[in-house]
C-alpha cells in the first residue's frame, strides 16, 4: 500500500511539473484527481481481498492441524478395511452359493 501511494503521488507530481508549463498546476490536479482516486480505491479493494485470502489460508491451516491426528486413525481403518475385502470375497466366492441355497430352503 505504502509503495503504490508513492507511486501515485510521483505519477502526481511528474505530471504536475511536466503540465504546469502549458497550464495551471490546479487544472493538472483535477484532471488526474480522478485517476488517483479510482487507483486508490481499485488499491482499497485489494487489499480487502488480500486479507480474505490471507484469513482463508490461517483457517485452513488451523483445520488442517486440527484434522491431522484423526486422520491417521482413519488411515488405519482404512488399511484394515482394504485388507479385510480380499477376504470377504474370496469367503463369498467359496461359501455364497452354498449359503443361498441353505437360506431359500
Not at 511528474?14 to 488499491?43: D, Q, R, Y
Not at 491417521?72 to 463369498?92: C, E, F, M, Q, W
Request: positive net charge.
Amino acid at each position: 500500500m505504502i509503495y503504490a501511494s508513492a507511486l501515485l503521488l510521483v505519477h502526481t507530481l511528474i505530471w504536475v511539473f511536466l503540465g504546469s508549463k502549458e497550464c495551471s498546476v490546479a487544472t493538472v490536479t483535477a484532471f488526474l484527481f480522478p485517476f488517483n482516486f479510482s487507483h486508490l480505491f481499485m488499491l482499497i479493494e485489494m487489499l480487502v481481498y488480500w486479507n480474505l485470502v490471507y484469513s482463508v489460508k490461517i483457517r485452513m491451516s488451523a483445520l488442517n492441524e486440527q484434522i491431522k491426528p484423526s486422520l491417521t486413525h482413519l488411515r488405519k481403518i482404512v488399511k484394515a478395511y482394504l485388507y479385510l475385502v480380499p477376504a470377504k470375497d474370496s469367503v463369498n466366492e467359496c461359501y455364497g452359493l452354498t449359503i443361498l441355497v441353505i437360506n431359500l430352503l
